[in-house]
C-alpha cells in the first residue's frame, strides 16, 4: 500500500504545481513506454514489464492526489523521458531500456520531500529490474558492437588526425585526399584482422578452459567410493566436502538407465557469450571504421584547398563524436553528454596535436 504524502500538500503554490504536474506527466509517459516494451515480449520479461507499468501508475496517483483539481491538466514531461518515448517508438529494446536504466536511476523523488520513501525505493528497485533485463540484450550485441563503435572511433580520430598533419604541412588538396584514402584503406584492413584474430584467439583461450566434449561418458565407469573427480571441482573453485559430494552426485546419476547425460555447473562448458564471431567482428569493424574515416576527408572531394576543409572537417568529426559518445552512455545506462564530450575531446586533442606537428614539419620542411 502507498505511504501517505511526509508533507502537506500546497496546491496553491505555483512552482510545485508546476513540479507535481511534470512529474505526473512523467509517470504518465514511462507507464506507456513499459506497456508498449511488454507487448514486444513474452513470457517473464512481459510479466516484469507489465509490473513496472502497474507501479508507475500507483505513482501517478500520488501526484493526481496532490494535484487535487489541478491534476486535469498535467504539464510537460523531461526531455529524458521524451526522448525515450521517441526511442521505444523507433529503436530496438535495449535503447529503451538503457534509457529507462537511466531515467530510473537518476529519479529526482529521492531528494524530493512530496515524494514517498516507497515511491523513492520503487524507482530505485525499477533501475535495478531494467538493468537486468537488459544485460541479455547488452551481451548478445557487445561483442560486434564493440568492434563497430571502436572501429568508427578509430576512423574518425585516426583518419581526422592524419589529415589535419598533413595538411597542416601544407600538402596540396590532391595531396591530402590521397593520403587519407590511404589511411582508410590501410586502417580499415588493420582493424578488421586485428578483431578477427581477437576475437578467434578469445574463443580459444576460452576453449582451451572448457572439459573435453565427451568428459562426462566416464563418469559411469568410475569407482564411487575411490576417483579423482572430486579434485575436478577442487580444481575450479569447490571446497573439499563440496567437492567430495558434487562427484558421487554426478557418478550417481550417470549410473541411471538415461546414462551419463550429466555434468555439474561446475565443469560446465563455458560459452563465448559477449565475444561474438571472428567474421562478424571483423567485418563490424572494417565496416565502421570505413564509415568514420571517410568523414575527415569529405571536403577535399570537393577540392577545397587552405584551412577551409581542414575547418570543416574538424567539424564533421565532432559532430561525429557527439553522436558516438552519446550511443555508448545511452547504451551503457549512463548519462549520454559527458560520454559524448568524452569522446570529442580526446578526438580534437588528438588532431589539435598532429597539427601541431605538421605546422612544425612544415616549417622546417620549408
Known sequence: MEQNSPATPATDDPRLIRQWRRYLANELVEERVYRSLAMKKTGDERRILLAIANAERRHQQHWRTLLGHHADKPGRPDLG??????????????????????????SPYIVDEYATEQMAADERVHAEVVRALATKSRSDMSGNF???????????????ALVMGVGAAGLTSGQVLLTGISGLLAGALSMGAGEYIS???????????????????ILQDLDINANELALVF????????????????????????????FLPNSIARVKHEGTGSGL???????LFFSAGAVIPIVPYFFGLDGT?????????????????????????????????LRQLAIGLGAAAITYALGLLFGSVAG
Open 280 to 286: 562478424g567482428a571483423a567485418v563490424s569493424s572494417f
Open 308 to 340: 577551409l576543409p581542414l575547418l570543416i572537417a574538424a567539424v564533421l568529426v565532432s559532430m561525429a563524436l557527439l553522436f558516438t559518445g552519446g550511443v555508448v552512455g545511452v547504451l551503457s545506462g549512463k548519462a549520454p553528454l559527458p560520454r559524448a
Open 81 to 106: 523521458v521524451v526522448i525515450l518515448a521517441m526511442f521505444a517508438r523507433m529503436f530496438g529494446s535495449i535503447f529503451v531500456l538503457a534509457l529507462a536504466q537511466q531515467a530510473e536511476s537518476s
Open 199 to 217: 576475437v578467434r584467439s578469445q574463443h580459444e583461450l576460452i576453449d582451451a578452459s572448457n572439459p573435453e566434449p565427451d568428459a562426462d561418458t
Open 234 to 261: 577442487q580444481a575450479r573453485g569447490m571446497e573439499e566436502d563440496e567437492a567430495e559430494l558434487a562427484a558421487r552426485t554426478a557418478i550417481g546419476r550417470a549410473r541411471t538407465p538415461r546414462g551419463a547425460t
Open 146 to 160: 564493440r568492434a563497430a563503435v571502436f572501429g568508427a572511433n578509430d576512423g574518425l580520430v585516426s583518419n581526422l
